[in-house]
T-cell receptor, first 115, second 112 residues
Framework: GAVVSQHPSRVICKSGTSVKIECRSL??????MFWYRQFPKKSLMLMAT?????????EQGVEKDKFLINHASLTLSTLTVTSAHPEDSSFYIC???????????FGPGTRLTVT | GENVEQHPSTLSVQEGDSAVIKCTYS??????FPWYKQELGKGPQLIID?????GEKKDQRIAVTLNKTAKHFSLHITETQPEDSAVYFC???????????FGKGTSLLVTP
């Protein structure tokens, strides 16, 4: 149980285009989902927290107009990187929490490369 | 905000030896402390966690200890195996629904 999937696992896009990454909780309802970004050999940096049906809360320094987060249902959250640039290339990881306990379940990550 | 420090950044041990990774945190309101193992190109995988109402927890070869007074917690891996090689992250959180604050990670290498 407690499986989180991400799609796609890898994506390459051209500079200026937008990319959508999906995060799904497969066997539980996630009241809260988190989006992290990870650079090579670095730790996970929280980008935003999203609760189902409400606007995401972004961390300081994260542009909400560039990284659009939608948490439309209890099993799906999406992150859209708009007008992507090479510096947006990174490993994006989501996690989901049921809210009933402390545990966060992480997805396998999405490797974004912007050329 | 919460600040989680993790040491060492790299650790090399021989197969069969023990490995210890230590973390400190700054927010006294934190009460959930998980440890994650991350293999290359994959998402973090929860290996063990501890809540503030206990001081130690063990699961086979893995154990975690927590000292709330000193605000530090540690991961202990005994009888290490080459497949334990990975990056390990500690984290701290206040409550369910709160984001995790991660340490910078420890790259563990277990040599046969």
């Amino acid at each position: 149980g407690a499986v989180v999937s991400q799609h796609p696992s890898r994506v390459i896009c051209k500079s200026g285009t937008s990319v959508k990454i999906e995060c799904r909780s497969l066997d539980f309802q996630a009241t809260t989902m988190f989006w992290y970004r990870q650079f090579p050999k670095k730790s996970l940096m929280l980008m935003a927290t999203s609760n189902e049906g409400s606007k995401a809360t972004y961390e300081q320094g994260v542009e909400k107009d560039k990284f659009l987060i939608n948490h439309a249902s209890l099993t799906l959250s999406t992150l859209t990187v708009t007008s992507a640039h090479p510096e947006d290339s990174s490993f994006y990881i989501c996690s989901a929490s049921t809210g009933g306990d402390y545990e966060q379940y992480f997805g396998p990550g999405t490797r974004l490369t912007v050329t | 905000g919460e600040n989680v420090e993790q040491h060492p950044s790299t650790l090399s041990v021989q197969e069969g030896d023990s490995a210890v990774i230590k973390c400190t945190y700054s927010d006294s309101a934190s009460n959930y402390f998980p440890w994650y193992k991350q293999e290359l190109g994959k998402g973090p995988q929860l290996i063990i966690d501890i809540r503030s109402n206990v001081g130690e927890k063990k699961d086979q070869r893995i154990a975690v200890t927590l000292n709330k007074t000193a605000k530090h917690f540690s991961l202990h891996i005994t009888e290490t195996q080459p497949e334990d090689s990975a990056v390990y992250f500690c984290a701290a959180s206040r409550d369910s629904g709160y984001a995790l604050n991660f340490g910078k990670g420890t790259s563990l290498l277990v040599t046969p």
